[in-house]
């Protein structure tokens, strides 16, 4: 069971324009999310990440919005860079203490020059 | 600072075997976790250990355990290898303190091939 979600696999985004990547989930134990970034050959690297008793978290050019009615999260990237073209992943933490992150899938970011 | 790093970063297996896979954290972290991931279906938890002590563990059969050491570093053992278990395997590690313990510096896994 997927809790979770990224139903976008794929965006193509021209250079210098927004990047909108989206994340539902079910579970509203959730109470910390994450992005994720992973370049092929590496591992995911962490890029920004927000609480739930947040509604919005930047950092530079990343900005990450919480919906809690929603069950819904997006990752806004402006400008978009050519370098920002990898997999995206969401995650997301219960607060029990233990370090278990739920995935989801992933979206492939391409950024066209 | 040294990052994540995980050994071997390839491996081949046959069906039936088992295999032990090795993760050294950033030093000073004491969590560990470790995750499959697979095309499809993403990133999946298996464990996670702390202090030598397994604290929290995914869905997976009792044919994946794990454990760590002293030092930090963990181990992944799969026994009686099937087709299935091919994907890449992460380790990630966690520093300490409740801000910060969400977020997870992975290494660059090791791509798991049974044939």
């Known amino acids: 069971d997927q809790q979770v979600k990224q139903n976008s696999p794929s965006l193509s985004v021209q250079e210098g324009r927004i990047s909108i990547l989206n994340c539902d989930y079910t579970n509203s134990m959730f109470d910390y999310f994450l992005w994720y970034k992973k370049y092929p050959a590496e591992g995911p690297t962490f890029l920004i990440s927000i609480s739930s008793i947040k509604d919005k978290n930047e950092d530079g050019r990343f900005t990450v919005f919480l919906n809690k009615s929603a069950k819904h999260l997006s990752l806004h990237i402006v400008p978009s860079q050519p370098g920002d073209s990898a997999v995206y992943f969401c995650?997301?933490?219960?607060?029990?203490?233990?370090?278990?992150?739920?995935f989801g899938t992933g979206t492939r970011l391409t950024v066209i020059p | 600072k040294a990052g994540v790093t995980q050994t071997p970063r390839y491996l081949i297996k046959t069906r039936g075997q088992q295999v032990t896979l090795s993760c050294s954290p950033i030093?000073?972290?004491?969590?560990v976790s470790w995750y499959q991931q697979t095309p499809g279906q993403g990133l999946q938890f298996l464990f996670e250990y702390f202090s030598e002590t397994q604290r929290n563990k995914g869905n997976f059969p009792g044919r994946f355990s794990g454990r760590q050491f002293s030092n930090s570093r963990s181990e992944m053992n799969v026994s009686t290898l099937e087709l299935g278990d091919s994907a890449l395997y992460l380790c990630?590690?966690?520093?300490?303190?409740?801000?910060?313990?969400?977020?997870?510096?992975f290494g660059p896994g090791t791509r798991l091939t049974v044939t």
């Open positions: 995650a997301a933490s219960k607060q029990t203490g233990a370090n278990n992150l739920f």
């Open positions: 990630a590690s966690s520093p300490l303190g409740r801000a910060s313990e969400h977020e997870q510096y």
């Open positions: 030093s000073g972290h004491r969590s």
